[in-house]
């Protein structure tokens, strides 16, 4: 009994850091290399979730060191947002993030233009790192919206290649 009471006892700490980080970071590195954007929603989210948790501790240690149960509470959170059966990470960015951010938004403030394209190619532009959706956004200028819609046809093509 004094092995399974010891086992209970620092369940969190055996099977913690597996749940939490280890098949997070090996999920999330197959994600990067998944073209679908379903899978990066859900580590990214879990990511900057994951994040929150360990702020919250680290500013709340001494109340959370008197909650007996807090280190199974986020195990059990964490369990729920990390395995693929709840795909919590992904449920919280559907049903909350996604009501108070809206991706995309910040396009008109960086560039007046974006009104003029059409949402496909503003949806392209908001992936993009600033210095890329310059470029992208001098190259539209420049050439127009339909060399642009050709170039992002050739790259789909290319990427279904690989």
Request: with cysteine; glycine share 4%; aromatic share 14%.
């Amino acid at each position: 009994m004094g092995v399974l009471a010891t086992i209970a006892k620092n369940l969190d700490t055996l099977i913690g850091p597996g749940v939490t980080l280890l098949y997070p970071l090996y999920a999330t590195m197959r994600a990067i290399e998944n073209p679908s954007a379903l899978d990066d929603q859900q580590w990214l989210t879990y990511w900057v979730l994951y994040s929150l948790i360990t702020l919250f501790e680290l500013f709340c240690w001494k109340v959370l060191a008197w909650i007996p149960i807090w280190p199974y509470l986020k195990l059990f959170f964490c369990m729920w947002l990390v395995l693929p059966k709840f795909n919590g990470a992904a449920y919280i960015y559907e049903n909350i993030v996604r009501k108070y951010v809206k991706p995309g938004d910040y396009i008109n403030f960086i560039s007046s233009s974006s009104s003029k394209r059409p949402e496909g190619q503003n949806k392209v532009l908001q992936m993009m790192s600033l210095d890329a959706r310059k470029s992208v956004e001098r190259f539209i200028d420049q050439y127009g919206p339909e060399a642009f819609e050709r170039v992002v046809k050739a790259a789909e093509r290319e990427a279904r290649k690989h």
